[in-house]
């Protein structure tokens, strides 16, 4: 089948002189992989254009998969005689549609595919009912920005990713007042992260929490003060931390230093986080830790969501 269709459109292109419009359908569990290589070469591209580097690697779609066993009116492909060209993906908890990835073939940006693909997870947002859109872009990404402020969508805050060396961090951490407890998957532990989080992002995230429970490759603890809850935090085998989630703004200093010290205990030579820039007292302690910036991002929604001051996002995807 796909013999056949890639010389007619060759064909096509030749007789008429312009590519043939790609074909926009939902994705299925076989695209994963697939498009996961797509957004890696499509984020690689532009952050190294930009002088950052490569930020990008290869991973197994397991949230992708989760995400479309949950919901697959989320995630779209385009896709032109059997090539996958862009891949569009969003999620929805309670009344937050989220926005996780929307990725285009470098040679086929600019063409109406990243717009195309974006009016077909709106439609998502619309379907579900959801009030509030959100997600997190790159800040040094004119294209992204100008298209998410033509649906509605705009800049909130910078959240900063922050790195550094595990062995530094070790030696300058502070004493931290707060007990952390393993996450389990009990009903009562699940309402009360779902708790936490509706208080932090207004909305809970129970599901997101039971994938992240089945991820042997992060742990989730939860923070308490005292015999007080006061958040939780994962912390992955890879040094990266997030999400992090408290009850109150003034705990977020105390959480993100237990997390920082959570990953500094652990073997992973670089420890990481996603800091917004309403988040004062996680980002003075990074700096004080010398913690450096590796990448800006951009939150961007719709009016009157994301004044996130309580909460550290786990990365662009998992928001
Ligand atoms: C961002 C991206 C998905 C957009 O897809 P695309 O197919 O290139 O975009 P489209 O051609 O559909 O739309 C481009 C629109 O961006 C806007 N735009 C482009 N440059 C702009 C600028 N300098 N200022 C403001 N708006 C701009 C315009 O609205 C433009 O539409 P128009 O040309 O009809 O006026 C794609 O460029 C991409 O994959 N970029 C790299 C990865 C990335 O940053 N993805 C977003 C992650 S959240």
Redesign the pocket.
Known sequence: MEATIRPLAANRERLWGYPMPPVYRPARPEDLAASDALVVA??N??TVRHGFGPMAMPSSPNFQLFSLKDDPDGLWLAEEAGEIV?FAWSWVCGDVWF?A????N?A?????????LLERTLAHARKSGATHKA????TF???????Y??HGLFPKMPVYFFTAERERLRRTLPQVPLRAVAIDNSAATMANLGAIDCRAIGVSREKHHRYLFDDPAIKGLLLHAGNDLVGYCYVGVNGHIGPLAVKRADVLHDAFAAALALAADGSAEKISAFLPGTCDSALSLAVDQGMRISFPMLLMASPGYGDWTQYLPRN?GFM
Do not use: K
């Open positions: 499509s984020i591209e532009l862009g926005l990835q929307l990725f285009v470098p086929r940006q600019g063409q109406g595919i990243g717009n195309a997600l997190i872009t790159f990404n004119r294209v992204s920005q100008g298209l402020i033509r662009p």
